[in-house]
């Protein structure tokens, strides 16, 4: 006998699960249009049934037992929205190799233990789907792994942390310190008590992770990615970068090279008329360079219960449709056919050419800068502008270099001598740039 709904088990009721719940509710009856039958919530695990929620969740529905979700026979689709990545990795297991199919938006799961997960469902045929893990609401995966399957990826730009985004905006806007725009995120709710994850790179990485195992349709090894936050910008580099054209933004990049794969995520300054420059607040946004279709960008709230839960809903009523055609696995994952990915050769961060961003703090007088344009010119290294704000002889005050391109391991040995120049006082700032976006 056909089923009457399609059953899915939640686990996890927080900012995300909240999202989900009301919208599975709200748009029932259009979502039912869409699949051809309703999407049912069959049962909700939670840490605690009796947790006073804005949400009202019948409490016939609740549970505390997460095994009540993957062992029920009669739930379809195990939805997991409770971040916690040892667990959640065991719930996936157990869900998959009971034949269920499996939706998350943990993106530390996926990064970490991708190989594991992605073999598991190949192993069972069951569908994995995690749009929400990168991006929000915005549809990158899918349009990665399908929108973009007759091309080659030569790049990706990605404003991935609406944590870094809103505090470089801030910091650009009212030239406030990176410690009180933080804490200003921390008040209205973009940012976290503990933010590292975020300020840090981190979490910017494991979606960088993700985003090249689709974008080449390889394993990705996290350890490999060269990771950088923003907790050392200053407002200063950025009202410097806003004098050479520049703004300052935490970007998650890949691109295609004889050496393999760039993976890398740090501050970078891009061109002030560039799309990836006009991104501000809390938004995301992609940038991907196709050899067939060329340049296109996808932007929208990278975050948020209802953005990210509608994401969620997405791959809800892929695998719903899946399940009603009486297929599973017609799309592999990172888009590529067989249980075999290759891992990903990551160039090293020794190799990047790039243009350069360097602040000196110098004591102003005479041969201070020859010797520096010195050092770098013994590196290979050439200068491409030099500004000066201020002129206080004998006093210390920033000198701004930016650099043609140049070999990263040129540069960074360049500036390790420089520091130990006697009219040095302080550690050389580095940001790369991308004037290109290529």
Same mark, same amino acid.
């Given at each position: 006998?056909?089923?009457?709904?399609?059953?899915?088990?939640?686990?996890?009721?927080?900012?995300?699960?909240?999202?989900?719940? =009301?919208?599975?509710?709200?748009?029932?009856?259009?979502? /039912?249009?869409?699949?051809?039958? @309703?999407?049912? %919530?069959?049962?909700?695990?939670?840490?605690?049934?009796?947790?006073?929620?804005?949400?009202?969740?019948?409490?016939?529905?609740? #549970?505390?037992?997460?095994?009540?979700?993957?062992?029920? *026979?009669?739930?379809?689709?195990?939805?997991?929205?409770?971040?916690?990545?040892?667990?959640?990795?065991?719930?996936?297991?157990?869900?998959?190799?009971?034949?269920?199919?499996?939706?998350?938006?943990?993106?530390?799961?996926?990064?970490?233990?991708?190989?594991?997960?992605?073999?598991?469902?190949?192993?069972?045929?069951?569908?994995?789907?995690? =749009?929400?893990?990168?991006?929000?609401?915005?549809?990158?995966?899918?349009?990665?792994?399908?929108?973009?399957?007759?091309?080659?990826?030569?790049?990706?730009?990605?404003?991935?942390?609406?944590?870094?985004?809103?505090?470089?905006?801030?910091?650009?806007?009212?030239?406030?310190? $990176?410690?009180? #725009?933080?804490?200003?995120?921390?008040?209205?709710? &973009? +940012?976290? +008590?503990?933010?590292?994850?975020?300020?840090?790179?981190?979490?910017?990485?494991?979606?960088? /992770?993700?985003?090249?195992?689709?974008?080449?349709?390889?394993?990705?090894?996290?350890?490999?990615? &060269?990771?950088?936050?923003?907790?050392?910008?200053?407002?200063?580099?950025?009202?410097?970068?806003?004098? $050479?054209?520049?703004?300052?933004?935490?970007?998650?990049?890949?691109?295609?090279?004889?050496?393999?794969?760039?993976?890398?995520?740090? *501050? #970078?300054?891009?061109?002030?008329?560039?799309?990836?420059?006009?991104?501000?607040?809390?938004?995301? /946004?992609?940038?991907?360079?196709?050899?067939?279709?060329? =340049?296109?960008?996808?932007?929208?709230?990278? /975050?948020?219960?209802? @953005?990210?839960?509608?994401?969620?809903?997405?791959?809800?009523?892929?695998?719903?449709?899946?399940?009603?055609?009486?297929?599973? &696995?017609?799309?592999? @994952?990172?888009?590529?056919?067989?249980?075999?990915?290759?891992? +990903?050769?990551?160039?090293?961060?020794?190799?990047?050419?790039?243009?350069? &961003?360097?602040?000196?703090?110098?004591?102003?007088?005479?041969?201070?800068?020859?010797? %520096?344009?010195?050092?770098?010119?013994?590196?290979?290294?050439?200068?491409?502008?030099?500004? !000066? !704000?201020?002129?206080?002889?004998?006093?210390?005050?920033?000198?701004?270099?930016?650099?043609?391109?140049? !070999?990263?391991?040129?540069?960074?040995?360049?500036? !390790?001598?420089?520091?130990?120049?006697?009219?040095?006082?302080?550690? #050389?700032?580095?940001?790369?740039?991308?004037?290109?976006?290529?």
């Amino acid at each position: 006998m056909k089923s009457k709904a399609i059953k899915i088990g939640m686990i996890g009721l927080g900012t995300v699960g909240t999202g989900v719940y =009301e919208i599975l509710k709200e748009h029932s009856q259009l979502l /039912a249009k869409r699949i051809g039958i @309703p999407l049912e %919530i069959a049962k909700v695990a939670v840490r605690s049934k009796n947790k006073k929620r804005v949400l009202k969740v019948p409490s016939s529905l609740l #549970t505390n037992r997460v095994e009540e979700i993957y062992s029920d *026979p009669e739930i379809q689709i195990v939805l997991e929205l409770m971040g916690n990545v040892q667990e959640s990795r065991r719930i996936a297991l157990q869900a998959m190799k009971r034949g269920k199919h499996f939706v998350t938006a943990n993106k530390a799961l996926l990064a970490l233990h991708s190989r594991e997960i992605f073999q598991t469902a190949h192993d069972n045929q069951v569908d994995i789907c995690f =749009e929400a893990a990168v991006g929000g609401g915005i549809p990158i995966l899918r349009a990665l792994r399908e929108g973009f399957v007759a091309n080659r990826i030569q790049s990706l730009f990605g404003i991935v942390n609406g944590t870094c985004n809103y505090i470089l905006t801030e910091m650009a806007d009212h030239g406030a310190d $990176f410690s009180a #725009t933080l804490k200003q995120a921390q008040a209205l709710g &973009y +940012a976290e +008590a503990n933010p590292k994850f975020d300020v840090g790179g981190i979490d910017a990485a494991h979606k960088l /992770a993700i985003l090249i195992a689709i974008a080449y349709g390889v394993s990705v090894d996290l350890k490999n990615l &060269y990771v950088e936050g923003i907790s050392d910008i200053d407002p200063l580099d950025i009202e410097f970068g806003r004098h $050479f054209g520049y703004e300052i933004k935490l970007l998650a990049i890949s691109k295609q090279s004889e050496r393999g794969i760039q993976a890398r995520v740090h *501050p #970078t300054m891009v061109p002030s008329a560039s799309m990836l420059a006009a991104v501000r607040g809390v938004h995301n /946004a992609i940038q991907i360079d196709g050899d067939s279709v060329g =340049e296109g960008m996808l932007y929208g709230k990278g /975050a948020g219960s209802r @953005p990210t839960a509608s994401a969620v809903v997405g791959d809800l009523v892929e695998v719903a449709r899946n399940i009603l055609a009486g297929v599973a &696995y017609t799309v592999p @994952p990172l888009g590529v056919v067989g249980p075999k990915v290759k891992e +990903a050769k990551i160039e090293p961060m020794g190799l990047l050419r790039s243009a350069y &961003y360097l602040r000196f703090y110098a004591i102003d007088r005479p041969g201070v800068l020859a010797n %520096i344009a010195s050092i770098l010119s013994r590196f290979g290294i050439s200068i491409s502008s030099i500004y !000066q !704000q201020v002129r206080e002889e004998g006093r210390e005050v920033p000198i701004v270099v930016l650099t043609h391109e140049a !070999q990263e391991k040129s540069v960074l040995a360049a500036i !390790q001598k420089i520091n130990k120049l006697s009219g040095i006082k302080r550690k #050389t700032k580095l940001i790369r740039i991308e004037a290109k976006l290529k």
